[in-house]
């Protein structure tokens, strides 16, 4: 069985810069809809590249007032179930401007599916952050 986990990690690379500089659309390339988003707070459907732009296209003024103004993604851990569908475990840290450390990380479990040769997220389980 042929994994390709370099496609998994460009699509990481691709989706931290696209949310970090507010590029909500880019953040919307990564994904693949219907999408389910999983968190403490509750569940919800993602029907639309829309609404994942929307979304992150704002996430950049919030990470900001917390002095974040960037993140790479720490791959903890990629479990292969199929030839094209994994689940990743990824830590993000945040980073200021000089791309240092900054208190706090977040945490999320991706369902990560590959067609045709590109990563695509299908659903999150965000873990949440730590300080």
Request: proline share 5%; hydrophobic share 40%.
């Amino acid at each position: 069985m042929e994994h390709d986990e370099d496609a998994v990690r460009d699509m990481l690379q691709r989706f931290a810069r696209a949310f970090t500089s507010g590029d909500g659309p880019g953040a919307a390339a990564c994904w693949e809809v219907p999408a389910l988003v999983v968190s403490a707070e509750g569940n919800r459907a993602v029907a639309t590249l829309d609404e994942v732009a929307a979304f992150f296209g704002g996430a950049k003024a919030q990470y900001n007032q917390q002095g974040v103004t960037g993140t790479r993604p720490d791959v903890q851990r990629i479990d292969w179930h199929t030839p094209q569908l994994a689940s990743v475990t990824v830590q993000w840290p945040y980073l200021d401007a000089d791309g240092r450390p900054v208190a706090g990380s977040e945490s999320s479990v991706y369902v990560v599916r590959l067609k045709e040769g590109a990563a695509k997220i299908c659903a999150v389980v965000m873990l949440g952050t730590s300080e």
